[in-house]
């Protein structure tokens, strides 16, 4: 059982910057580990993903450049750096964990969920 807890969410001006945090109660070097995005009425969305080692990253295309993913392993927590924020960012964000030896991008590929963190970019 792996608990996955957000923070860091809050509210930013379009163009601002915020990091959210993913700490985990497990070891994280053992899964790949996901963020995801739901706006209101939306499905949820990929936005980035980090395999187990940390060395390849994957990016939604809407982010690419703008976000970067990271782990500190001591801590055994994953990050999620934002910048250049847009109002279109706006969402609940989750942090996952999955098993899979391959960076994954689908929802249902992650068995380990967080709570979410809300992120609110303002005009």
């Known amino acids: 059982q792996v608990q996955l807890i957000e923070s860091g969410g809050g509210l930013v001006q379009a163009g601002g910057s915020l990091r959210v945090s993913c700490a985990a109660s497990a070891i994280l070097s053992y899964y790949v580990v996901g963020w995801f995005r739901q706006a209101p009425g939306k499905e949820r969305e990929f936005v980035a993903a980090s395999g187990r080692s940390g060395s390849s990253t994957y990016y939604a295309d809407s982010v690419r450049g703008r976000f970067t993913i990271s782990r500190d392993r001591p801590k055994n927590t994953v990050y999620l750096q934002m910048n250049s924020l847009k109002p279109e960012d706006t969402a609940v964000y989750y942090c996952?964990?999955?098993?899979?030896?391959?960076?994954?991008?689908?929802?249902?590929?992650?068995?380990?969920w967080g709570q979410g963190t809300q992120v609110t970019v303002s005009t």
């Open positions: 996952a964990a999955s098993r899979s030896s391959t960076v994954e991008v689908t929802p249902g590929n992650y068995y380990y």
